[in-house]
């Protein structure tokens, strides 16, 4: 299968610490993007870094990714309360094929 | 609010039965992808169409069918329901050009119960 995993399946943390979320894959990708959902909702798309990037930020957001390792990780640094909530990473294997997406990464931040 | 809608939101029904989901994606979008999402497979890949054909084809059942229509809303079709078939099926839009993928805008999904 070519579906991701992501790494730890629960993450429990405090406000203003950073979550770390890490994703590995088994085949070659043409990039690879995360996702958020929040319970029971439809998921959010948070950033997207294609095969040839090797770092990429957006705001509190900082992903890596490392194509020799295939695995990628997700950073949130100074988290709050509401981004509780599932993290998934998504791979799109050749330029036009659907994403697969791995089991995710439940994050709780308490307040 | 992603632009995609999804109905209806849930939906009981009984083993045996038939059901319609039914996708409108972001205005200007061509592509509808279906996934489905249960606690044990997590979100898996059904199908993918583009401007009314068929992309491409995942983990999809033969008792389920899809079909994009001309004004690119999309309907999931569920037959002979199994207790298994009780998820959260979603839909998306890309608005990428020549159905390249691209970042993907997720419906709220219609939450199916099969009793």
């Known amino acids: 299968s070519q579906q991701g995993e992501e790494d730890p399946q629960a993450l429990s943390i405090q406000e203003g610490e950073n979550a770390t979320m890490n994703c590995s894959y088994k085949?070659?990708?043409?990039?690879l993007q995360w996702y958020r959902q929040n319970s029971g909702r439809g998921l959010v798309h948070l950033i997207l870094i294609r095969s040839n990037e090797r770092e990429k930020h957006s705001g509190r957001l900082r992903v890596t990714l490392d194509t020799s390792k295939k695995s990628s990780s997700l950073l949130i640094t100074a988290s709050r309360a509401a981004d509780t909530a599932s993290y998934f990473c998504a791979t799109e294997h050749q330029a036009g094929t659907a994403l697969i997406f791995g089991k995710g990464t439940t994050l709780s931040v308490s307040s | 609010d992603s632009g995609v809608t999804q109905t209806p939101k849930h939906l009981i029904t009984a083993t045996g039965q038939r059901v319609t989901l039914r996708c409108s994606p972001r205005s200007g979008d061509l592509s509808v992808y279906w996934y489905q999402q249960s606690l044990d497979q997590g979100l898996q890949f059904l199908i993918q169409y583009y401007n009314g054909e068929e992309r491409a084809k995942g983990n999809i059942l033969e008792r389920f069918s899809a079909q994009q229509f001309p004004d690119l809303h999309s309907e999931l079709n569920l037959s002979s329901l199994e207790l298994g078939d009780s998820a959260l099926y979603f839909c998306?839009?890309?608005?990428?050009?020549?159905?390249?993928?691209?970042?993907?805008?997720f419906g709220e999904g219609s939450r199916l119960t099969v009793l």
């Open positions: 085949t070659s990708i043409n990039n």
């Open positions: 998306a839009s890309s608005s990428r050009p020549g159905g390249n993928t691209g970042e993907l805008f």
